[in-house]
């Protein structure tokens, strides 16, 4: 048996990464996350040779080493962010998020230039892609990431033929993995309630964060009486065994770093076998590290994993089983955004249109328009089962549109795209955009189908028994924001509308501001919080004139986005008086200029005030 607080497998560090404590240039920064060039050599062979098999097979080749020098950077990244992390270079933590995010892309981009301008008759040469996909699944049989070389493979394929209606499937077809083995990526540290300090040391020494620390007793001390509350719900006695699992990973973002993992009660035969999750929040202060809180609890480490944030860095490889894991961790959240929120942006993607496909599979239900408010600008549809709401932008809104001006389809995408790029600040949906997609004309209702074809939208087409969308964006389900305030409780009515004033304020930090104010863009999830889903009418809050009400001149003669904090409450359009009331009595600086001007002087300054991703009353000192 494990002896209490000892390691049950091979101790070792999370990974062997030297960590220099120093901050990195911003050119050795460039540097290590610059992608290598395509290989030119192979891309001249391609275009020279006659043979067709010699081209399928150096077609292939080119697509995985342009693979191979995108995968070789995206897993140095994480490494970066834990030798950011340590240098305390927070800087080099967020261009690294940006860096990472448009990587797959600049990789793809790197290469279609050159195969259109060498090869033009290459994307319509269906016998030879037909090939080369063989050749590219042989090659990459039997190695850990073969489904993501696949999915980069249709990426590009999808690219070279994007002026043209042609569909790529967004799965991971032949190239599909078997479940994944969460105790691939688990350390077991056996204990003995009450959990002693002395564990809680074992297991951060187990995972690499070997200080300096501040205080190391004190929080080992703070952080064990913490869980010891924790499992206090599920009558825990002295003596009785725990084991706690621990991914084998570091987990880095902007100013912190986490561990993740669970709690493990056995059966007692008075009590089932009983489990917690647990997070482990660090933070590198100018002396040393600190355990700044414990979260114990599902709906807690979905906040502090929201995918409205710049996502984790986790520094094991192994992303089928982390999103395994997270995904029993926070069962609320669906199994495809977990690999978005460690990174896995291109995999989330198509883990997601699978989990959409299996839904309707399983469900039978139909895809039909959203519950709610039906868009000016967008089209929303869902199944009752799925956790997720698709999207499209209309050529052009319809005659309710609240503006008298509209951008344009690309524009709204743009918007779209944009809020996908930036750190969420914990209160925007994420958007999965998806490009010529096909979806089988028997998984939507007959209105939906009818509305679709019949709108005049030219993004739409139906090619025998699919439609055909070149766009489409795909979020997680929420709550409309007015459908929530219509049957909540009295008191969940009131903590919405509280952090609804939150979610703004957040966005602003963000430097986004909804020049739509209505209540109706934003929805309420599973775990109570409110964020923005809709954003055609989204701008930088440093580009809007904030004015007082009076004086002149009006709105309408000025040019731009003009804002008027007077005016917020009457805009979020909130029925019950009480309700407003309540906005106003916790928001009352939302109201007034001073508050948006003096976060414009911040943001221009290049100051981003700091976003909570854990409910203050966990961090062990407050
Ligand atoms: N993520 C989501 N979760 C739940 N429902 C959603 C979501 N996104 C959109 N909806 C539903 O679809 C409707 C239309 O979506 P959306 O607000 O994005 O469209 P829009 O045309 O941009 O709206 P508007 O006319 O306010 O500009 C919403 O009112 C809401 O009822």
């Not at 414990?294 to 409205?308: G, M, P, R, W, Y």
Request: net charge negative; hydrophobic share 45%.
């Amino acid at each position: 048996m494990d002896e209490p607080g000892r390691c049950a497998r091979t101790p070792a560090t999370i990974d062997s990464m030297t960590t220099p404590h120093q901050p990195l240039s911003a050119s050795d920064l460039e540097a290590a996350t610059r992608i290598a060039e395509p290989d030119f050599e192979l891309l001249d062979a391609l275009i020279r040779t006659d043979d067709p098999d010699d081209q399928a097979h150096t077609l292939a080749r080119v697509a995985l080493s342009a693979f191979d020098n995108y995968y070789a950077v995206s897993r140095r990244i994480p490494a970066l962010a834990k030798a950011a992390f340590y240098a305390r270079d927070w800087p080099a933590t967020v261009r690294l998020s940006k860096i990472r995010i448009g990587l797959y892309t600049a990789c793809i981009d790197q290469l279609v230039p050159l195969l259109k301008a060498g090869l033009p008759e290459l994307a319509n040469d269906e016998k030879v892609w037909v090939r080369a996909e063989a050749e590219l699944l042989a090659a990459i049989a039997g190695r850990y990431e073969a489904d993501f070389a696949f999915a980069f493979w249709q990426s590009l394929r999808r690219k070279l033929v994007s002026d043209e209606w042609r569909p790529v499937s967004y799965d991971t077809g032949p190239a599909a993995r078997p479940p994944a083995a969460i105790a691939a990526v688990v350390r077991t540290i056996a204990a003995t309630l009450p959990i002693q300090p002395e564990v809680i040391r074992n297991v951060l020494d187990a995972a690499g964060f070997t200080g300096p620390w501040r205080d190391l007793d004190g929080d080992a001390a703070l952080a064990a009486a913490a869980i010891e509350a924790a499992l206090e719900p599920l009558s825990p006695r002295a003596g009785e065994t725990a084991k706690i699992e621990i991914a084998e990973s570091g987990f880095f973002r902007n100013r912190g770093a986490c561990l993740v993992g669970r709690i493990r009660l056995r059966d007692r035969g008075d009590m089932p076998p009983r489990n917690i999750p647990l997070l482990v929040a660090l933070l590198n202060e100018d002396d040393g590290l600190v355990v700044d809180a414990v979260l114990c609890d599902s709906d807690e480490l979905q906040f502090a994993f929201s995918s409205t944030l710049a996502n984790y860095h986790a520094t094991n490889p192994r992303y089928h089983e982390l999103a395994r894991l997270l995904h029993e961790l926070m069962p609320k959240r669906p199994l495809g955004t977990q690999y978005s929120c460690i990174g896995f942006h291109h995999l989330g993607k198509v883990a997601v249109m699978n989990e959409i496909l299996t839904e309707h599979r399983r469900s039978k239900e139909k895809l039909a328009t959203a519950p709610g408010f039906k868009g000016t600008v967008a089209i929303a549809f869902t199944m009752p089962c799925s956790a997720y709401v698709l999207k499209i932008i209309r050529d052009h809104p319809t005659d309710d549109y609240k503006f008298d001006y509209f951008d344009g389809l690309d524009a709204v995408l743009r918007k779209y795209n944009l809020v996908h790029e930036i750190d969420r600040a914990g209160s925007m949906l994420d958007n999965i955009i998806y490009s010529n997609v096909k979806l089988a004309r028997t998984m939507f209702a007959p209105d939906l189908l009818d509305e679709l074809l019949e709108a005049g939208i030219g993004t739409v087409t139906l090619e025998r028994d699919a439609l055909v969308f070149r766009h489409l964006i795909v979020q997680i389900k929420l709550t409309p924001l007015p459908l929530y305030l219509t049957t909540a409780a009295a008191a969940d009515a009131r903590a919405a509308v509280i952090n609804l004033g939150d979610c703004i304020k957040n966005n602003a930090a963000a430097d986004i501001f909804n020049k739509d104010l209505d209540g109706r863009n934003y929805g309420v999830s599973r775990i109570r919080k409110v964020y923005l889903f809709d954003y055609d009418a989204v701008e930088q809050l440093t580009e809007v004139k904030v004015r007082s009400t009076p004086p002149m001149p009006r709105a309408e003669d000025e040019d731009g986005v003009v804002f008027r904090p007077a005016q917020m409450l009457e805009g979020l359009r909130i029925d019950d008086p009480g309700l407003r009331r309540a906005f106003r009595d916790a928001h009352p600086e939302l109201m007034q200029p001073d508050y948006w001007e003096g976060m414009q002087h911040a943001l221009r300054a290049g100051k981003v005030p700091k976003v909570m991703n854990y409910p203050t009353s966990r961090r062990l000192r407050r």
